[in-house]
């Protein structure tokens, strides 16, 4: 405990940290300081994961995550042509039959000057607009550009107005409150933007209209309707609070000092709320005030964001990325009560590399946020979620409610003629990067629909895995189609925890391939454009750890396969448009990643899956 004359020095190292666990670990008397304070978010048992991409985690059955901006330096497929390859913080919200997404972006690094905020939208969710920029930098008397930075951007007012907000701060720390203030704008139904105007100034740093500039104090706007929904926001203690890491002001406007905030609300009222470090508080009065209750139990203390919400089926999702310092996987964890969270699963689980260097840019899918009370409720019973992945590209999750990890007992039968969702299987998981798209598309042919797996980037891949029913063995069987022999599809069966007894290829070289005891061995060759049946008979007659392959009927490798891995069971089955990764790596430039590579298509059909025969 530290001793009272210390404490005025704690405080200025707390605040200068910006995380409010230094806070109240700095200052005597607060929740932390109690080992028996009884946190209102815990979860259930001990959280363990590897270092593989998923970390070892079943996945959501039927998630699907979609690649929303790739960063691009030569090629740049945004509105204003910004060539940023850093990509970060996006925020989302659902209004007008629309999902609204915004995010930072800047040219190399984080906290780069220009850093302004770019905004896209999408009516699915799965197909997104090109972005633009909606708040973008501007040149200071001195000559400085600010940098933008948010936490929390958007409000839907009870007015029915969007808004759009975001700070802007100074180079090199645009979130140390020494920043200029919040800009607001609106965000109109037809898609257009109305001015922007400064929302609340950082005047504790002498900012005001007189030196701020460029934007006009928003009580300035001769919209009634806009003045009031800025005017309903500034009241709301909720939404607030969320900006006080940027504004840090000691006017009495903020109620507790945090990064991040996140926060749902229990049936008696009672608001919960979690933020960076897992730093925990509860409020009954809407934020009015908080009452600190320590650290989430059981739960990773991190910088990279928490996400809570009640889902439609009157559950609570945590979502958050299950590591003290790596940023990977994206999990999810849920609760009855919202009190007591447990089965942690993968949301994203995909590791892919980083493509540009840049200092400070993290790896893994973070800073998870989703719509916020209050801020749109989408038509279907998905949680949305919205992240970036190794700060350079921006991603959404669409992720089924209940969120399971199984599926029901029993035989599957897949032909993809019914059960899509905006072109995707639902009760398949999909891995979806802009270049790399899985999509159930019409055949053109008798066939009818088929599910098409494309690939033209040179450092991604499509992926789509369905879940089946655990088991020892398992009898699978699909129809295949490849366009082409220059493209790789590699086919797993894999366990719970993402063991690979099965692994399977058809090569670029127009070879198919399987592995025997970790060793790829030959299996035949492929042709394009010709529809070949496949078989993978798994633990057959009984016989243990061991695997056949047929094509079209006839067995095709010299001898029974051995397992490369060794899971008891197995109940997943994948298709990837390229090599498995353990997870991806960064720390480099890699050579030409702005351009596409030649496309390789693969389509899957009629897939059946027998388990526990």
């Given at each position: 405990?530290?001793?009272?004359?210390?404490?005025?020095?704690?405080?200025?190292?707390?605040?200068?940290?910006?995380?409010?666990?230094?806070?109240?670990?700095?200052?005597?008397?607060?929740?932390?300081?109690?080992?028996?304070?009884?946190?209102?978010?815990?979860?259930?048992?001990?959280?363990?994961?590897?270092?593989?991409?998923?970390?070892?985690?079943?996945?959501?059955?039927?998630?699907?995550?979609?690649?929303?901006?790739?960063?691009?330096?030569?090629?740049?497929?945004?509105?204003?042509?910004?060539?940023?390859?850093?990509?970060?913080?996006?925020?989302?919200?659902?209004?007008?039959?629309?999902?609204?997404?915004?995010?930072?972006?800047?040219?190399?690094?984080?906290?780069?000057?220009?850093?302004?905020?770019?905004?896209?939208?999408?009516?699915?969710?799965?197909?997104?607009?090109?972005?633009?920029?909606?708040?973008?930098?501007?040149?200071?008397?001195?000559?400085?550009?600010?940098?933008?930075?948010?936490?929390?951007?958007?409000?839907?007012?009870?007015?029915?107005?969007?808004?759009?907000?975001?700070?802007?701060?100074?180079?090199?720390?645009?979130?140390?409150?020494?920043?200029?203030?919040?800009?607001?704008?609106?965000?109109?139904?037809?898609?257009?933007?109305?001015?922007?105007?400064?929302?609340?100034?950082?005047?504790?740093?002498?900012?005001?209209?007189?030196?701020?500039?460029?934007?006009?104090?928003?009580?300035?706007?001769?919209?009634?309707?806009?003045?009031?929904?800025?005017?309903a926001l500034l009241a709301n203690k909720l939404m607030t609070a969320q900006w006080w890491e940027e504004d840090r002001s000691e006017d009495g406007f903020y109620r507790e000092k945090g990064k991040a905030l996140s926060y749902y609300h229990l049936p008696n009222g009672k608001v919960v709320g979690i933020w960076k470090y897992a730093v925990t508080m509860t409020s009954d009065d809407?934020?009015?005030?908080?009452?600190?209750?320590?650290?989430?139990?059981?739960?990773?203390?991190?910088?990279?964001?928490?996400?809570?919400?009640?889902?439609?089926?009157?559950?609570?999702?945590?979502?958050?990325?299950?590591?003290?310092?790596?940023?990977?996987?994206?999990?999810?964890?849920?609760?009855?009560?919202?009190?007591?969270?447990?089965?942690?699963?993968?949301?994203?689980?995909?590791?892919?590399?980083?493509?540009?260097?840049?200092?400070?840019?993290?790896?893994?899918?973070?800073?998870?946020?989703?719509?916020?009370?209050?801020?749109?409720?989408?038509?279907?019973?998905?949680?949305?979620?919205?992240?970036?992945?190794?700060?350079?590209?921006?991603?959404?999750?669409?992720?089924?409610?209940?969120?399971?990890?199984?599926?029901?007992?029993?035989?599957?039968?897949?032909?993809?003629?019914?059960?899509?969702?905006?072109?995707?299987?639902?009760?398949?998981?999909?891995?979806?990067?802009?270049?790399?798209?899985?999509?159930?598309?019409?055949?053109?042919?008798?066939?009818?629909?088929?599910?098409?797996?494309?690939?033209?980037?040179?450092?991604?891949?499509?992926?789509?895995?369905?879940?089946?029913?655990?088991?020892?063995?398992?009898?699978?069987?699909?129809?295949?189609?490849a366009k082409q022999v220059f493209g790789r599809l590699e086919i797993d069966v894999a366990s719970g925890d993402g063991l690979r007894p099965v692994q399977i290829a058809f090569t670029e070289n127009g070879t198919i391939e399987s592995k025997h005891e970790g060793a790829w061995k030959p299996g035949g060759t492929y042709r394009p454009d010709e529809w070949i049946d496949v078989e993978?008979?798994?633990?057959?007659?009984?016989?243990?750890?061991?695997?056949?392959?047929?094509?079209?009927?006839?067995?095709?490798?010299?001898?029974?396969?051995?397992?490369?891995?060794?899971?008891?069971?197995?109940?997943?089955?994948?298709?990837?448009?390229?090599?498995?990764?353990?997870?991806?790596?960064?720390?480099?430039?890699?050579?030409?990643?702005?351009?596409?590579?030649?496309?390789?298509?693969?389509?899957?059909?009629?897939?059946?899956?027998?388990?526990?025969?």
């Amino acid at each position: 405990m530290p001793n009272a004359p210390f404490t005025p020095f704690l405080k200025r190292w707390a605040y200068a940290l910006g995380s409010a666990s230094a806070l109240a670990l700095a200052i005597p008397g607060t929740a932390q300081d109690d080992p028996t304070e009884d946190p209102p978010i815990k979860f259930d048992g001990e959280i363990k994961v590897t270092h593989a991409g998923d970390g070892g985690l079943r996945p959501v059955v039927g998630t699907h995550n979609i690649q929303v901006y790739r960063a691009n330096r030569l090629d740049s497929q945004h509105q204003d042509g910004l060539d940023h390859t850093y990509t970060h913080a996006p925020n989302l919200a659902y209004w007008n039959g629309k999902f609204h997404l915004d995010y930072l972006s800047a040219p190399v690094s984080e906290h780069d000057s220009p850093t302004p905020t770019s905004y896209t939208s999408s009516t699915n969710g799965i197909d997104w607009e090109p972005p633009r920029l909606i708040f973008p930098t501007y040149e200071l008397p001195d000559g400085s550009h600010p940098l933008t930075h948010q936490r929390m951007s958007f409000y839907v007012a009870p007015n029915d107005m969007l808004l759009a907000t975001a700070f802007y701060g100074l180079y090199p720390r645009p979130n140390d409150g020494t920043g200029i203030g919040r800009a607001v704008r609106e965000i109109k139904k037809d898609g257009s933007f109305g001015p922007i105007y400064y929302l609340r100034y950082n005047s504790q740093e002498g900012w005001d209209p007189a030196n701020a500039a460029n934007f006009p104090f928003y009580t300035e706007s001769k919209d009634k309707k806009f003045v009031a929904a800025c005017e309903a926001l500034l009241a709301n203690k909720l939404m607030t609070a969320q900006w006080w890491e940027e504004d840090r002001s000691e006017d009495g406007f903020y109620r507790e000092k945090g990064k991040a905030l996140s926060y749902y609300h229990l049936p008696n009222g009672k608001v919960v709320g979690i933020w960076k470090y897992a730093v925990t508080m509860t409020s009954d009065d809407e934020g009015e005030s908080w009452i600190r209750t320590g650290f989430a139990r059981n739960i990773p203390r991190n910088g990279s964001k928490y996400w809570a919400k009640q889902t439609k089926d009157g559950r609570y999702a945590l979502v958050f990325n299950p590591t003290t310092r790596l940023r990977h996987p994206l999990a999810i964890a849920t609760s009855d009560d919202g009190e007591h969270f447990s089965k942690l699963l993968s949301v994203h689980g995909e590791h892919a590399d980083i493509r540009f260097w840049g200092k400070y840019k993290s790896m893994g899918p973070q800073y998870v946020r989703g719509i916020l009370e209050g801020n749109g409720t989408t038509p279907d019973n998905y949680l949305w979620l919205t992240y970036s992945v190794n700060k350079e590209d921006i991603w959404v999750s669409r992720v089924p409610t209940p969120v399971e990890s199984s599926v029901p007992p029993g035989p599957i039968f897949d032909d993809f003629e019914t059960g899509n969702k905006d072109g995707l299987p639902v009760k398949w998981n999909v891995y979806s990067p802009l270049w790399a798209s899985p999509r159930v598309v019409d055949t053109g042919s008798e066939r009818g629909k088929a599910l098409e797996l494309n690939d033209e980037d040179p450092y991604d891949y499509a992926s789509v895995t369905r879940v089946f029913e655990e088991g020892r063995s398992s009898l699978i069987r699909f129809k295949l189609l490849a366009k082409q022999v220059f493209g790789r599809l590699e086919i797993d069966v894999a366990s719970g925890d993402g063991l690979r007894p099965v692994q399977i290829a058809f090569t670029e070289n127009g070879t198919i391939e399987s592995k025997h005891e970790g060793a790829w061995k030959p299996g035949g060759t492929y042709r394009p454009d010709e529809w070949i049946d496949v078989e993978l008979d798994v633990n057959p007659g009984n016989n243990h750890e061991r695997f056949q392959l047929r094509i079209n009927g006839e067995e095709v490798l010299y001898r029974i396969a051995y397992f490369s891995d060794f899971p008891e069971t197995t109940e997943r089955l994948t298709f990837r448009t390229g090599k498995y990764r353990y997870r991806g790596e960064g720390g480099i430039d890699l050579p030409d990643p702005d351009f596409k590579t030649p496309n390789a298509v693969f389509l899957i059909d009629d897939v059946s899956i027998e388990a526990n025969r």
